[in-house]
Structures are given as structure tokens and as C-alpha cells.
């Protein structure tokens, strides 16, 4: 194995004994699971690296776009937080469960910070069962012809969620490769009227038993009216009645309305989340 720092890349023999780990906790982990079901820690398809530490591995972290630190205590942090740091950064951001990314970006702190934001608790919310009360029959999957029309919509979700803009230095043509990506694969919802999106949300990562919904955004004329409660529901609905999934998302804390929104849907919370922006 490959070791830096008391962290070690985590190679094809290691996968069962990974997946067992994560998938005792298959909702925190779906983003990663979604990954090494499909890849098998190829770092080619997985986009990333997969980082163990201790012999299990007791610590697991990935490496991407997204730093994603999963299982470990913060000898486990101290130790991926090394093998970050004597790298170049590549990802734009710390998101998984709370204990970790915060234990994690004290020791990163140093070296990558300060960070842009940082949102200490994130409820991770998830349902197994049909969604209760509204779901919006004019929520449903975007066509690829669509793509022009669905865009502006993801544009401004990103900007008020992420605080950038995701077509700048050159972004623009990655961006709308990803978009295109996903509604292609039949995880991008809307319910458009008069050919414009009043609510979109995405289906971001899918593992064998989950489902995470991202990117939920209701037109800022049309907010309050329950649009983002009745679409969320058919995001949902689709993903338990379809998909055969768990539902899951994660959301601020602060968003008050959105909790409530959620709740009204169904979702109960399943652990706690926490995100830091660089």
C-alpha cells in the first residue's frame, strides 16, 4: 500500500472491506458509495482517491472534487489532513458528517484557510416511504432539448447555495457538461411554466440503496407558495416508488422554511452534516 502520513490509498482488494464499513451507514455514505459501486476505487472512475487509515480501515476519506471524510476520529482526520495538505487542492469543498469535516478542518485550517463559509450543521434528512401530503404532478423529468431552458435555473441555485458563480474562470463549458450529464441520466426534475423552471431539484448521487436529492431551487416569484414542498415530494416519490430507494438530502439549518417544507414531505432526520466552502 501506499502510505503518506499514516494515510494510505486504498486499492481494489480493499473494496469489501470498505463497502462493509459504509454501508452500516448506507444514507451518510451514499455520495462515496454511489462512487465505489461503480468503480470499484479505480481512481480513473472514481474521479478521486479513496484514503484509508488503520488496518480496517478505521478511517475512510475521498478525494475529489469534494473532500468527503467518512469514517475515522481525529487521528484519522490528523492524518488525511496531512496527506491533503502536502498536495495541491483540488477540491472546492469539506461536505460529510459533521464530527468529521470539522475535526478535519481543524487540522486543515492551517494550511487551506480561511475558508469561504462553513456550515457547522447540516440535519441529513431521509425517508423510505412514499412521500405524505402534495406531490406535483407538473414535476417531472427534463428532456435534453431542455437543456437551455433548465440551465439559468441551475446557474442561480448554485450562486444563492454556493456563493459563486459555476461558469466562471472557464467553468462554463464543465458546468453545462454536467448538467447535460445528469438529465440525460433521468435525475433531473422541473415543472416549467410557460416554457421557464419554477422548481428544479436533481438526483446528485445514487448508491444501490439511496438516493441524495440536491440542487432544490423554487423561482423566486413563485417562492412560499408550496411549489418546493409538492416538487421535492415528486423528486422523492419517484426515487422510493421507482427507483427503489432511500431518499435522502441535507439541508441548512438556518433554512428554516425548507426544514419545514421537508418535514411536511416526510423526512425524518438521520445524522447531521457539515460543509466548509473554501
Given amino acids: ?46 474521479s478521486g482517491e479513496l484514503w484509508g ?10 478525494s ?3 473532500l468527503i471524510p467518512l469514517r475515522g476520529g481525529r487521528d484519522a482526520m490528523r492524518a488525511f489532513a496531512e496527506r491533503a495538505a502536502r498536495r495541491r487542492r483540488v477540491c472546492s469543498s469539506l461536505v460529510g458528517p459533521a464530527e468529521q469535516v470539522m475535526a478535519l478542518w481543524t487540522e ?19 425517508m423510505s416511504e412514499p412521500p405524505t401530503g ?13 437543456l437551455d431552458s433548465y440551465l439559468p435555473a441551475a446557474v442561480a441555485m448554485f450562486v444563492e447555495e454556493v456563493g459563486v458563480d459555476p ?17 440525460a441520466s433521468g435525475r433531473t426534475f422541473a415543472r416549467f411554466e410557460d416554457g421557464q423552471v419554477v422548481f428544479k431539484a436533481e438526483i446528485g448521487a445514487v448508491s444501490s440503496t439511496v438516493g441524495q436529492i440536491q440542487g432544490v431551487w423554487v423561482r423566486p416569484d413563485r417562492r412560499g407558495s408550496g411549489l418546493g414542498a409538492a416538487g421535492t415530494a415528486a423528486v422523492a416519490d419517484h426515487l422510493v416508488r421507482v427507483m427503489r430507494r ?23 432526520r438521520a445524522g447531521t452534516f457539515g460543509t466548509v466552502l473554501l
Fill in 64 to 66: 475529489g472534487a469534494n
Fill in 108 to 126: 486543515l485550517s492551517p494550511h487551506w484557510g480561511p475558508a469561504r463559509e462553513i456550515r457547522p450543521e447540516q440535519p441529513l434528512l431521509v
Fill in 246 to 268: 432511500k431518499a435522502s438530502l441535507y439541508v441548512n439549518d438556518f433554512n428554516v422554511a425548507a426544514r419545514a417544507a421537508y418535514r411536511k414531505v416526510g423526512f425524518r
Fill in 1 to 46: 500500500m501506499l502510505k503518506l502520513a499514516g494515510a494510505r490509498l486504498l486499492q481494489g482488494r480493499d473494496v469489501a472491506c470498505v463497502r462493509s464499513l459504509l454501508e452500516s451507514d448506507p444514507v451518510s455514505a451514499c455520495m462515496v458509495l454511489s462512487r465505489i459501486e461503480a468503480a470499484q476505487v479505480n481512481p480513473l472512475y472514481l
Fill in 53 to 62: 487509515y488503520g488496518s480496517g480501515p478505521e478511517g475512510v476519506c475521498y
Fill in 134 to 146: 402534495w406531490v406535483d404532478p407538473e414535476v417531472r423529468q427534463v428532456r435534453s432539448e431542455e
Fill in 167 to 183: 461558469r466562471r474562470n472557464g467553468g462554463a463549458v464543465g458546468y453545462r457538461a454536467r448538467i447535460a450529464d445528469l438529465i
